[in-house]
C-alpha cells in the first residue's frame, strides 16, 4: 500500500506562484510514476503532471507546459509541482496519485493510489 498526502495548495493572484508537495509513503515505490491530476467544479478530472521516480522522465499537459514543472526528492520521498504565471482557469482540486506501471499515462483510471487533494484558487 502506498499512502500520498498532499500540502501547499492556498490562494494566489492571477500571474504567481504556487508550489504543491506529495509526501510518499508505504511500500517501495521507487519504480512508480507518480502525476498530478486536477478537477475544477464541474470538470472531469484531468491530467496535469507525471514522472517518472527512477529515471525522472517528465510530461506534462499542454495547458501547463512552460508554466509548470515536477520534480522529485529522494530524500525526503516527496513530488513536487510549482506552478508559474498562475491563471484563473488553474484553479482546481489538485490530486497526487501513483502508478505502479512503468509507462506514463494520463487517464486517471490508470494510477492505482490517491492522496486526497489540496484546494488552489487564482483569483485577484
Known amino acids: 500500500q502506498v499512502q500520498l498526502v498532499e500540502s501547499g495548495g492556498g490562494l494566489v493572484q492571477p500571474g504567481g506562484s504556487l508550489r504543491l508537495s506529495c509526501v510518499v509513503s508505504?511500500?517501495?515505490?521507487?519504480?512508480?510514476?507518480m502525476g498530478w491530476f486536477r478537477q475544477a467544479p464541474g470538470k472531469e478530472r484531468e491530467f496535469v503532471a507525471a514522472l517518472r521516480w527512477s529515471v525522472g522522465i517528465t510530461y506534462y499537459a499542454d495547458s501547463v507546459k512552460g508554466r509548470f514543472t515536477i520534480s522529485r526528492d529522494n530524500a525526503k520521498n516527496t513530488v513536487y509541482l510549482q506552478m508559474n504565471s498562475m491563471k484563473a482557469e488553474d484553479t482546481a482540486v489538485y490530486y497526487c496519485?501513483?502508478?505502479?506501471?512503468?509507462?506514463?499515462?494520463?487517464?486517471?483510471?490508470?494510477?492505482?493510489?490517491w492522496g486526497q487533494g489540496t484546494q488552489v484558487t487564482v483569483s485577484s
Open positions: 496519485a501513483a502508478d505502479r506501471s512503468l509507462v506514463i499515462t494520463v487517464q486517471a483510471r490508470g494510477y492505482d493510489y
Open positions: 508505504g511500500r517501495t515505490f521507487s519504480s512508480y510514476v
